[in-house]
């Protein structure tokens, strides 16, 4: 890199122990609302997927609220919860895997490195792994970068980071 070229890292990352705070709240509530008693409803945390499971769909609707309440309060973007197929388990129950988003897939890293280079002309992209790099010889082209970026909604939770 250029000493005259600045750059910056668009990343999509989670904090997993602030989700894994978010879904010990969560199951807490759940086991102690009247709401909830004997519906066999819990939600735990696995290898970066959260699992669900109730008695009928609308006691798992209700969880998942109560999960998506603890996750704000926690900072967890809900972008990067993103919840799988009502699945018919045993006995009757319900379940649902939540999958949390870690990094740029590349389909998306893509799109999002085509969309920053028509927006703002003056830059380059390059895609690192599960992150885009963006640079430019002036620091305005990438603030034009990150505000065009913002704008737009890519369905992801993206942060900017090692802006240099």
């Known amino acids: 890199?250029?000493?005259?070229?600045?750059?910056?890292?668009?990343?999509?990352?989670?904090?997993?122990?602030?989700?894994?705070?978010?879904?010990?709240?969560?199951?807490?509530?759940?086991?102690?609302?009247?709401?909830?008693?004997?519906?066999?409803?819990?939600?735990s945390l696995e290898n970066e997927k959260i699992e669900m499971a109730a008695g009928t769909e609308d006691r798992l609707k209700a969880a998942w609220q109560v999960l998506q309440e603890k996750a704000v309060k926690r900072q967890v973007p809900l972008k990067s919860l993103q919840p799988g197929h009502v699945e018919q388990a045993a006995k009757g129950t319900v379940r649902q895997t939540v999958d949390v988003i870690q990094g740029i897939p590349d389909e998306k890293a893509k799109q999002i490195s085509k969309f920053v280079r028509s927006s703002v002309p003056k830059t380059q992209t390059q895609i690192q792994g599960s992150q885009v790099r963006v640079s430019a010889k002036k620091k305005d082209d990438l603030q034009s970068a990150i505000r065009a970026v913002k704008e737009e909604d890519f369905g992801l939770a993206l942060q900017f980071t090692n802006y240099r």
């Open 1 to 43: 890199m250029a000493k005259d070229q600045f750059s910056f890292d668009i990343v999509s990352e989670v904090d997993l122990q602030e989700v894994r705070n978010a879904v010990d709240q969560a199951a807490r509530e759940i086991s102690q609302r009247f709401d909830f008693k004997n519906t066999g409803t819990s939600v």
